[in-house]
C-alpha cells in the first residue's frame, strides 16, 4: 500500500463504509495515515470501589452480586446491577440492554469502566463498558486513539483501518539528511506515524508529536524562504503617490483614527510610492480597525487610476466588505466603483463582471479568492487586499503577474503572535502592527458557567434583543454527532427558538450551507432582521455587526482559547455594552481555570501566550484551528522553539546546497516537491 491506494483495498473497508470516509475526507490509504487522532484515551488501572470518586470516570474490578433486575417498559428496558468487591457496593443501570441479564453471571468478576455519579449515598454508574480481564489488561498497555468520527463510523473502525494501513504502508526512505535528525533530535518518520495512532506511552506520544510537527514547520518554512527572495525586491511598477481624497475622507469620517492606526496608514503610503512593491502584513486585535486602513490604502490606488482588489477568505465577508465600502462610497462621494466577485454567482453574472474589471469600468473588485482565477482580466491592477486568513504566496502572486503588472499587497491578520515567532512566520513580509483599540470601546463583560445557568443566560438575551441588540449563539457541531453532550447548530436553533419569545427572530448558519444561503442570512441579520443567530465559527473571522452585544458559546471548553478570543471580538464593536458569556459542559478545575483567562484579559497577546501555558506538548491538539496557522499537529505557541529550529534547519540545508541538488539531499527534494504542491500552498496554511 502506498500514498495512492484507495482505501477499499484494507479489509473491512466496503462501499458503504469507504462512503463514511469519505466524508472526513479519507479516500486513500495517504489520506488515512494522515488523520491523526482528536485526542487519547488513557485506560486506568481499577480501582476499588470506596476509591471511585463521583464526577470521574473510573474503572472498577468487582463482582456481580445477586440476578441483575431487569424491568421492560414499552420504549425503555432498564436492566439494575449490583457489584461489590472487598472495599464496598455499587449499583450499575443499562438502558435497553436487556441482553446483559443473562450475560452477567451471579458471582462473575468484570472490570466496569464509565462516569461514575451518586444517588442518594449509592454510588452509581450509568451505561459502563464491559471488559474481561485480559481485553482491559490489553487496553491498559498503551493510550488509545480517539479520532474525530462521523454518524456511523465508529473509533473502532478508525483503529482497525488504521492499524492495517500501517503495517502494509510502503515507508518512503527516511527524507532528512542524518545531520538533520542527530542535530534536532528526530525520530524516523515511520516510527512517528505509528506513535501518533498507537503511541506505547506518552513521552512515544510526545516524541511522534515532534517530528511530525517538525516536518509542517520545515516544509512551511522551506517554502517561504523561497518566497522571501523572490519577492523581497521586486521594483515599484505601479507607483501609488499621494492624493488629497484620503485626507479628506478622513476628516469627513465620523471618527479619528487611533494613533496606532495613523502610524500604519503612514507605514503603508510610504511603501506604495518606494522604490519596491509593496508587500505588508498589518496586525492587529479583533476590532482594532484594520478594514479603514485597507480602504483608505484603496482609495488611493484607484485615485492613481489603478484597479484596487480586496480578497476575504469567506463569501459572507467578502460580501460584508462590499456592503461597507458601497456605503462609503455613497456617503461620502468617494470614487469607488465596487463589484462583487465569489464564486457562488451566476456564470452570467460573473461573465458580466469580468468584462467590466476587464474593461476597466469598475475600479474595486472585492471577493473570495475567485479573484485570482484564470478568467479574471485584470485592466490594470495596482494593489491586492487580503483579509483575514490568507497568506499571499508566491502562486498567487505569479497568477497575477501573468495577468500584467506587480501589484502592491496588503495581508491583514488578527492572528495575535509575538513579535520574534511573526518574523520567523511572515519572513516573507514587512510588518505592521495595530497594537491599540478605538478609545470609544466599553470593555466587554465576560462570564463563565455551567449549562445549568442556560436559563438565565436566555432571558437574558431576551432582554438584550428588547432593547433592540442582536445576539450571535456558538455550537461546536453542524448537526447531531457521536459526541454526547457537545451541541449542534441544527438542534440548538430549534431549542433556543422554543425557548425565546416567538418575536423573536432566531437563524442558523454553518459552513455546510449554500454560499449563497450564508449570504442571505449574514445580510438579514446585519440589517437587523434575525435577532439571534447561531452559528458554527464560521463567525468568527471578521464580521462587523456593531449592534450585537452578546456572544454566547455553548461548549467553551471545547475551543481553544485563542478561537473564544476571536469569537469574542464579533461584539463589542459599537459603542453599546457588550457581553460574552461562555457555557462550560465539563467543570473540572483546568477547563474553568482555562475559561478564567479569558475573563480576566482582554488582550489577544497575553491569552495566546497563556493558552501555551495551561496546554502542555501533546495535549488535545488541533484544538486551536483558527487563524491561518492551521498546522494539523504544531501549534506556533506550544511549539514554539521547534518551529525556531526548524527555521535554523531551513537555513543551514540552504546554506549549504542552495537548491538541494546534492545525493545525500534528494530525498528531501523530492519530498518537498510531492508535498509542495498539496499542502504546502500558502491557501491551505
Ligand atoms: P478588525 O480590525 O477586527 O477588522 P474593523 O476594521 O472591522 O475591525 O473595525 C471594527 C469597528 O470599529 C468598525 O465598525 C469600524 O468602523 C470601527 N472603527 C475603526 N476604527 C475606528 C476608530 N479609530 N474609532 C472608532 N471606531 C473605529
Ligand atoms: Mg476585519
Not at 446483559?100 to 453471571?105: E, H, P, V
Not at 517538525?214 to 522571501?228: G, I, P, S, W, Y
Not at 456617503?331 to 474589471?357: C, M, N, Q
Not at 422554543?498 to 442558523?508: D, E, K, N
Request: with cysteine.
Amino acid at each position: 500500500m502506498n500514498d495512492q491506494t484507495p482505501i477499499t483495498r484494507i479489509k473491512g473497508i466496503g462501499e458503504k463504509t469507504e462512503k463514511l470516509f469519505r466524508k472526513l475526507d479519507i479516500a486513500t490509504v495517504g489520506d488515512l495515515i494522515r488523520y491523526y487522532p482528536r485526542d487519547y484515551e488513557d485506560f486506568e488501572e481499577p480501582v476499588p470501589i470506596s476509591a471511585a470518586s463521583p464526577g470521574s470516570v473510573c474503572a472498577v474490578r468487582a463482582c456481580v452480586v445477586g440476578i441483575p433486575n431487569l424491568r421492560q417498559g414499552r420504549n425503555l428496558s432498564i436492566l439494575n446491577v449490583t457489584l461489590r468487591d472487598a472495599s464496598g457496593g455499587m449499583q450499575l443501570v443499562f438502558y435497553n440492554m436487556p441482553f446483559l441479564k443473562s450475560l452477567l453471571k451471579s458471582g462473575g468478576f468484570y472490570i466496569f469502566r464509565g462516569l461514575v455519579k451518586t444517588r442518594g449515598r449509592t454510588l452509581l454508574m450509568e451505561q459502563p463498558r464491559l471488559f474481561s480481564e485480559t481485553d482491559y489488561a490489553k487496553l491498559m498497555s498503551c493510550i488509545q486513539p480517539r479520532y474525530r468520527l462521523t454518524k456511523g463510523l465508529t473509533n473502532q473502525a478508525v483503529q482497525k483501518a488504521m492499524k492495517q494501513a500501517l503495517s502494509f504502508y510502503a515507508y518512503e526512505t527516511e527524507y532528512y539528511p542524518q545531520w538533520i535528525l542527530e542535530r534536532y533530535d528526530l525520530e524516523s518518520w515511520r516510527e512517528s506515524l505509528n506513535g501518533i495512532h498507537f503511541p506505547s506511552d506518552r513521552d512515544a506520544l510526545a516524541r511522534a508529536r515532534r517530528r511530525l510537527a517538525f516536518d509542517e514547520f520545515f516544509a512551511f518554512l522551506f517554502v517561504l524562504r523561497q518566497n522571501k527572495d523572490l519577492v523581497k525586491s521586486i521594483p515599484n511598477t505601479c507607483p501609488i503617490r499621494e492624493v488629497p481624497e484620503t485626507e479628506a475622507f478622513l476628516q469627513a469620517m465620523p471618527f479619528a483614527l487611533t494613533r496606532a492606526q495613523k502610524r500604519v496608514w503612514e507605514e503603508i503610503r510610504t511603501d506604495l510610492k518606494g522604490p519596491y512593491s509593496m508587500n505588508r502584513l498589518v496586525q492587529g486585535d479583533v476590532g482594532s480597525g484594520k478594514t479603514i486602513v485597507a480602504v483608505l490604502a484603496l482609495l488611493a490606488c484607484v485615485c492613481n487610476g489603478y484597479q484596487g482588489a480586496m480578497m476575504a477568505p469567506t463569501e459572507v465577508l467578502a460580501a460584508q466588505h462590499y456592503e461597507t465600502i458601497s456605503q462609503y462610497t455613497a456617503r461620502y462621494h468617494l470614487p469607488f466603483r465596487p463589484v462583487l466577485l465569489v464564486g457562488s454567482e451566476t456564470a452570467d453574472r460573473k461573465r458580466e463582471a469580468y468584462a467590466r474589471i476587464a474593461g476597466g469600468e469598475v475600479n474595486l473588485i472585492i471577493g473570495t479568492h475567485a479573484l485570482i482565477q484564470e478568467k479574471v482580466v485584470y485592466h490594470s491592477l495596482g494593489l491586492v487586499v487580503t483579509d483575514e486568513q490568507h497568506r499571499f504566496g508566491v502562486r498567487q502572486r505569479e497568477k497575477l503577474a501573468d495577468k500584467g503588472g506587480n501589484p502592491h499587497v496588503l495581508v491583514m491578520s488578527a492572528t495575535p503572535i509575538p513579535r520574534t515567532l511573526a518574523i520567523i512566520l511572515y519572513g516573507d513580509l514587512h510588518l505592521s502592527v495595530i497594537d491599540e483599540l478605538p478609545a470609544n470601546r466599553l470593555p466587554i463583560k465576560n462570564c463563565v458557567v455551567n449549562t445549568s445557568y442556560r436559563p438565565k443566560a436566555y432571558e437574558f438575551l431576551a432582554r438584550q434583543v428588547s432593547y433592540g441588540h442582536q445576539v450571535y449563539c456558538i455550537c461546536p457541531m453542524v448537526e447531531e454527532g457521536e459526541l454526547e453532550d457537545v451541541e449542534n447548530v441544527t438542534d440548538y436553533t430549534r431549542k433556543l427558538q422554543s425557548a425565546l419569545p416567538p418575536q423573536i427572530t432566531v437563524a442558523c448558519l454553518h459552513g455546510k450551507m449554500r454560499p449563497a444561503e450564508k449570504s442571505r442570512i449574514m445580510e438579514e441579520f446585519a440589517a437587523g432582521r434575525i435577532q439571534v443567530l447561531v452559528s458554527t465559527t464560521v463567525i468568527e473571522v471578521g464580521i462587523n455587526v456593531p449592534n450585537a452585544t452578546v456572544m454566547m458559546v455553548e461548549n467553551a471548553e471545547r475551543f481553544g482559547l485563542a478561537q473564544l478570543h476571536q469569537l469574542r471580538g464579533r461584539v463589542g464593536r459599537g459603542e453599546a455594552q457588550s457581553y460574552c458569556i461562555f457555557i462550560s459542559a465539563r467543570e473540572n478545575k483546568e477547563t474553568m481555570e482555562r475559561l478564567e483567562i479569558l475573563n480576566k484579559s482582554n488582550d489577544g497577546f497575553y491569552i495566546a501566550s497563556q493558552d501555551l501555558r495551561q496546554r502542555g506538548p501533546g495535549d488535545l491538539f488541533g484544538i486551536r484551528q483558527s487563524g491561518e496557522f492551521a498546522f494539523r499537529i504544531g501549534d506556533i505557541y506550544t511549539d514554539s522553539l521547534l518551529l525556531q529550529q526548524a527555521a535554523e534547519a531551513v537555513e543551514r540545508l540552504l546554506d549549504r546546497d542552495p537548491s538541494l541538488e546534492t545525493p545525500e539531499n534528494a530525498p528531501l527534494k523530492a519530498h518537498l516537491c510531492r508535498i509542495g504542491s498539496e499542502s504546502v500552498d500558502f491557501r491551505s496554511i
